[in-house]
């Protein structure tokens, strides 16, 4: 028959192991009683109290040692035989190569000689390392040349080598298992028997049924060897695993690596990441050979590349992209932290990058590659610049000077805009680096005057691809940032020599700023531009801007907003530090042309927030008259624009009014006794209450008016309660740049206006006006403004839960109600204001007891929010009786029998119901329990109710109450219901009580107790008046249990055989609709 093929490989693989690789018979196994035995006592021996068996290990002797080195002497012959022979010998050798490294892979660790040889396993000297190495190396140095050529892609003689590539492959695997062995000894562990291939130990071992495959005769029983058995493994792999010795990057190692970089740019593109994975697996031991295999492999290699686009015709273009993919693919995955060594190593590489975009990209080229080989380079550069934060700075003059010859490509004609935006892209990050650090003093003032040229060039162009000044934009708000911060420096002399000052940029930039908002808002050019692959290098340049917004106010375009927003106020904030004089005039000209274009331009309307809000913030601390001056020129402009504005960008306005009292910057802090911001504040207030330009107008918000213009107004005031609602939240942050007094001042002139707010006829208008109410409370200031506003809301709930009784559906009554509901549950969603509302509680029930069915909803959602917050302020027991107050059967002049009463009840017995489930464990670790008894018997009472919905809601306040309870008590209430008899009243008790019993067994797994409830329901369900609640009750419990097979059987297991007929017997006729 046909021989197996590698079955002699095995066989030596497996003699050799045998021979000199350490193992126990704890594992293997020797089939004798003793084994037997020991595997059954577990850890310890057979006799109790002895101490724990020795594991025994084999260790190779001098006599195995010696037929092993003559096994592997014969095996190297035989290598060298078939290693000339054709594909079927060379596939057999390359297979006794690694089963001969395999199989001697405990001796194979250091190369050392003789008595210098440090032994791993045995006592023994190692003398087969040095030898396998030396053999193996020189014969496969020799053999990957025949099967593939190791030269660039572009070379004649890799052009016209006919390749073998699944050996090469093989031979280039092999490379990397000799220089550090093939893999650790092949000693099985739990991973490997049987029943353990996957998963981690502890999870497989928890069940019996992999326990019992890991020994012949193990049970659980003998779980205790498992773990024996792993701490077995873990000593003998210890053992092991020390990192191999006795050798350096030198001589037939470097030769190896240079072999394995020889393929990386393979154009099989299975032969070259074969090739880059064994380099990652070589440079793991060889961690210091990165930079050597840098510099005299991967970087000539490349420049290879570069040389030889331009000659490259459409016969070998798949060439030049196996040379472009190779590149990217070896350098990401083995150079990528370069950014460590220092700068000026990690801009060296990302340059040849460039020049390899620059290259095959340059305009006037007839050949182009696929953008998908392009794309990666792409890739390669944004990992590069990701990684810049674990930058060492290194030397500052060598990174200028690199740098520099960067910046000189950029002069070069037919310059792509790509190849741009890559140059800028990686300079930033490395300048920025310098600029930002103690390194800022030893910058090149040329270097950064050409780079800031470039930055300011390309952000005022008329014709600037969006990439680039997406850069620009960062990258000189960076820049400018530093220069105030640290003034008199290169940097700083260099701004002011590029910035002018007769005549500003702002014009320009806010044209640019409008292009790069294109590709969010929606137009085709900006949106093709931002889609483009360099996005990433720019995204990685330019990084994440994390911006803490509020939830209605999301940042309208990106990271763009606040990236614009803050290159504005650093402008202006250097411009002022500066002491130019046109600074005013040149942004009240500039939003005066931005507001003057149509709504249909959203991109300039974004800009005009941007500068406006950059020039707010920038001026915060400016001295009063120099502020006066600036509200002055903008404020009417500002009012216009907001004025104008449509719903939708109502937000835009909201991150406005919070990145001027937030910000990005944390650097500048105002000393505690001098508040800096105050007077800014103050007019920002004033403007968002009034929209005018008075700048000397106290911030004081005019109340509400239903006119002729009804919408109109309403719609204006809405937009001032929205952008006070952001100021409020942002106020509520205690910083000592804005007073106490500020804040009391602001919050006079608006809680008027709001308590109108809350009972205006519009929905809209009162809804807002309690969301800015709440927020005003939770300034966290104590001043009596806010002290009068808690009160008037008290009283307002008293006056007005006796008003809406009688109050019709429409009436201003109502309205003022919903306002009241409005603010009450807006401050209990916020997790605050749940002592007011614990007062308010006759006010809610009377809401939601009210005809208006929105006020009804509005005043139930109120009430769960609060009966499911925790009241910290008050006792149990008082809270307990300020819940069940609720639950008055009768209120002065409330008729029996209205449906108002039935509604206020059923919303009580929810609440009570909800708040004592919230409060269950202090209530009965409080007062000996007394709040939950006062709580279940409020509800009991309510299951007598003349109304059957009153006794349905009670009902199901009280079912998650009786889960609670110990198996004693609910067999005790079974027979207290049971046994209740005589009227109407006490009747229906006992049928809703048992109902609910009924009702949470079932949810409860079928309890001890629910045979006791069923045959007290069966007692019960005998009067003709309870029959259909019984059978109702009896037919949802049953339809409950019978969904799964499973918990039915495990219901009729629990219950006896008379139980189940009574349950069956109280079950009725069920319907269609059951």
């Not at 193990?218 to 077995?232: F, G, H, K, P, T």
């Not at 220069?483 to 940097?491: F, T």
């Not at 300034?779 to 809301?793: M, N, P, Q």
Request: some cysteine; aromatic content about 6%.
């Amino acid at each position: 028959r046909k021989a197996v093929r590698k079955s002699g490989c095995k066989l030596v693989r497996r003699i050799l192991s045998g021979l000199t690789a350490p193992y126990t018979g704890d594992l293997t196994g020797d089939n004798s009683l003793g084994e037997a035995l020991h595997r059954w006592a577990g850890a310890r021996s057979i006799s109790w109290g002895a101490p724990i068996r020795p594991i025994v290990f084999h260790v190779p002797s001098a006599e195995e040692l010696d037929f092993a080195k003559s096994l592997c002497l014969e095996c190297i012959e035989t290598v060298k035989t078939k290693a000339e022979g054709g594909d079927e010998d060379i596939y057999l050798a390359l297979c006794m190569i690694k089963s001969v490294v395999r199989g001697v892979a405990c001796l194979y660790t250091d190369e050392r000689q003789g008595a210098d040889a440090a032994p791993m396993v045995s006592t023994l000297p190692n003398d087969l390392g040095p030898k396998l190495l030396a053999e193996f190396s020189q014969l496969l140095l020799t053999l990957c040349p025949r099967l593939g050529c190791p030269g660039h892609p572009f070379e004649a003689t890799a052009i016209e080598a006919n390749g073998r590539p699944k050996l090469l492959i093989k031979a280039l695997q092999l490379v990397v298992g000799i220089v550090h062995g093939e893999r650790r000894p092949v000693i099985p562990d739990l991973f490997q028997i049987r029943g353990f291939e996957s998963g981690t130990v502890r999870q497989q071992v928890s069940s019996e049924a992999f326990t019992q495959k890991v020994h012949f005769m193990s049970a659980w029983r003998d779980l205790s060897r498992v773990w024996y058995n792993l701490e077995v493994l873990s000593l003998m792999n210890r053992r092991l695993s020390r990192r191999p010795a006795g050798f350096k990057y030198e001589g037939v190692r470097r030769r190896l690596a240079e072999l394995l970089f020889g393929y990386v740019l393979n154009a099989n593109s299975m032969v070259s990441g074969t090739a880059t994975a064994a380099l990652s697996d070589f440079l793991k031991v060889h961690y210091g050979a990165k930079t050597a295999l840098l510099n005299d492999s991967m970087l000539p290699l490349q420049e290879k590349t570069i040389a030889g686009a331009a000659g490259i015709d459409a016969e070998h273009i798949h060439l030049a992209q196996a040379a472009l993919e190779g590149f990217a693919r070896t350098t990401a995955r083995l150079f990528w932290d370069a950014w460590r060594k220092d700068m000026p190593v990690a801009l060296s590489l990302i340059s040849i990058a460039i020049r390899t975009v620059h290259a095959f990209s340059e305009e006037g080229k007839s050949v182009h590659v696929k953008p998908a080989s392009i794309t990666m380079q792409f890739e390669l550069m944004s990992k590069f610049i990701s990684a810049r934060s674990a930058a060492s700075p290194g030397d500052a003059a060598e990174t200028c000077r690199v740098a520099g010859t960067l910046l000189a490509m950029l002069k070069k004609p037919g310059l792509h805009w790509r190849t741009k935006v890559c140059i800028l892209a990686a300079v930033g990050p490395a300048l920025r680096i310098l600029h930002t650090t103690a390194a800022a003093t030893e910058l090149d003032a040329e270097v950064l005057k050409t780079w800031l040229g470039e930055l300011l060039g390309s952000l005022t162009s008329a014709d600037a691809q969006p990439q680039v000044a997406t850069i620009a934009v960062a990258e000189l708000t960076t820049a400018m940032r530093s220069a105030l911060r640290r003034p008199g420096l290169p940097l700083d002399k260099v701004l002011h020599e590029l910035l002018p000052r007769e005549k500003g940029i702002l014009a320009q930039v806010a044209k640019t700023m409008s292009g790069l908002h294109q590709g969010f808002m929606g137009a085709d050019n900006g949106a093709t531009a931002q889609a483009d692959p360099v996005q990433i290098v720019v995204r990685a340049c330019t990084g994440v801007v994390g911006v803490s917004h509020l939830s209605w106010s999301p940042c309208p375009s990106g990271q763009s907003w606040m990236v614009h927003s803050t290159f504005f106020q650093t402008y202006i904030a250097f411009c002022t530090k500066r002491g130019d004089s046109h600074l005013v005039e040149e942004l009240k000209a500039l939003l005066t042309s931005l507001q003057a274009q149509p709504k249909s331009e959203a991109e300039d309307h974004v800009v005009f927030l941007e500068a406006f809000g950059g020039a707010l913030r920038a001026a915060r601390r400016w001295p009063e008259p120099r502020q006066n001056e600036l509200w002055a020129a903008l404020a009417p402009i500002a009012a216009e624009e907001l004025k104008l504005s449509e719903e939708v960008n109502i937000r835009n306005w909201q991150f406005l009014v919070y990145y001027v009292i937030v910000g990005v910057s944390r650097r500048l802090r105002p000393r505690a006794e001098a508040p800096a911001e105050d007077v800014a504040i103050r007019r920002l207030a004033a403007f968002l209450a009034n929209a005018r330009g008075d700048v000397t107008a106290s911030p004081v918000l005019p109340a509400a008016v239903v006119g002729e213009d009804g919408e109109a107004s309403s719609h204006a005031q809405t937009t001032r309660l929205r952008l006070l609602q952001v100021l409020l939240a942002t106020l509520q942050r205690m910083r000592a740049a804005v007073s106490d007094d500020t804040r009391s001042v602001i919050l006079q002139g608006l809680v008027p206006a709001l308590k109108e707010g809350i009972s205006h006829p519009y929905k809209q208008v009162h809804e807002e006006s309690a969301k800015a109410m709440v927020l005003s409370l939770c300034v966290g200031l104590e001043c009596e403004v806010l002290s009068d506003l808690r009160a008037w809301i008290a009283q307002g709930a008293s006056t007005l839960g006796v008003a809406i009784r009688d109050a019709p559906k429409e009436s201003s009554t109502s309205t003022a109600c919903e306002g009241l509901v409005y603010v009450l549950l807006h401050g209990l969603l916020g997790r605050r204001m749940r002592g007011l509302a614990l007062q308010s509680l006759h006010f809610l029930l009377a809401a939601a007891a009210a005809d208006d069915h929105e006020l009804r909803a509005l005043a139930g959602l109120a009430l769960g929010c609060l009966g499911q917050s925790p009241q910290r302020g008050l006792g149990t027991l008082p809270l307990s009786v300020k819940l069940v107050a609720g639950c008055q059967t009768a209120l002065e002049g409330e008729d029996s029998g209205s449906a108002q009463r039935v509604r206020r009840l059923e919303a009580a017995a929810a609440l009570v119901g909800s708040s004592a489930l919230r409060h269950d464990f202090i209530f009965r670790l409080s007062d000996g329990g007394k709040a939950t008894k006062l709580c279940h018997d409020t509800l009991l009472a309510m299951l007598g109710d003349k109304r059957v919905e009153v006794r349905i809601a009670s009902q199901a306040a009280l079912a998650p109450l009786l889960g609670l309870e110990t198996t004693a008590t609910c067999k005790k209430m079974a027979k207290a219901f049971a046994a209740a008899g005589g009227s109407d009243e006490a009747a229906d008790r006992a049928v809703h009580g048992l109902s609910a019993m009924l009702r949470v067994a079932g949810s409860l797994g079928v309890p001890d107790w629910l045979g006791e409830v069923i045959e007290a329901l069966s007692k019960v369900g005998r009067r003709p008046e309870s029959k259909k609640e019984v059978e109702k009750t009896v037919q949802a419990f049953m339809k409950q249990q019978q969904q799964s097979r499973d918990v039915w059987k495990r219901c009729q297991k629990r219950l006896t055989e008379e139980q189940m007929d009574l349950l069956k017997a109280r079950q009725g006729t069920m319907s269609y609709y059951s």
